[in-house]
């Protein structure tokens, strides 16, 4: 199933701000329009770096740039195509700070 990617604006405000992320978030959003999802694993298929969060939590933090920014999404796969929503993007040492408070999982800053 085609990713269907919501809140791209979020992306492209993360790069307004923080120029030297344009080009990792440029690669990441090119593989994204050619992915083709039907379950979680595919996901790592497509990412071999990203990580699924939790069992049942329905997000994955994917490393882009050569692991310098994470960014957390939520997944659902419904019927015609993934959903994917934007959660959180930022530094690798931003997501450790978040990661030791454990708000991975409840953040929802876009």
């Keep these: 199933m ?3 990617l919501i ?3 979020s992306i492209e405000g993360y790069v307004g701000r923080n120029a030297q992320s344009k080009v990792p978030f440029g690669i990441w959003l090119s593989i994204i329009r050619r992915a083709d999802w039907n379950e ?3 996901i790592i298929a ?3 770096s990203a990580d699924i ?3 049942g939590s329905e997000r994955v933090v994917f490393n882009i740039g050569g692991n310098k920014y ?3 999404c939520k997944y659902n796969f419904g019927r015609a195509r993934v959903h994917l929503f934007v959660m959180w993007i930022g530094t690798h040492a931003a997501y450790t ?3 030791n408070g454990g708000k991975q999982y409840t953040v929802s800053d876009y």
Aim: glycine share 4%; with cysteine; net charge positive.
């Design 40 to 42: 979680p694993s595919d």
């Design 46 to 48: 497509t990412f071999n």
């Design 53 to 55: 969060l939790g069992s």
């Design 97 to 99: 700070k978040l990661c």
């Design 7 to 9: 809140k791209k604006q």
């Design 70 to 72: 994470r960014m957390i």
């Design 2 to 4: 085609k990713v269907h």
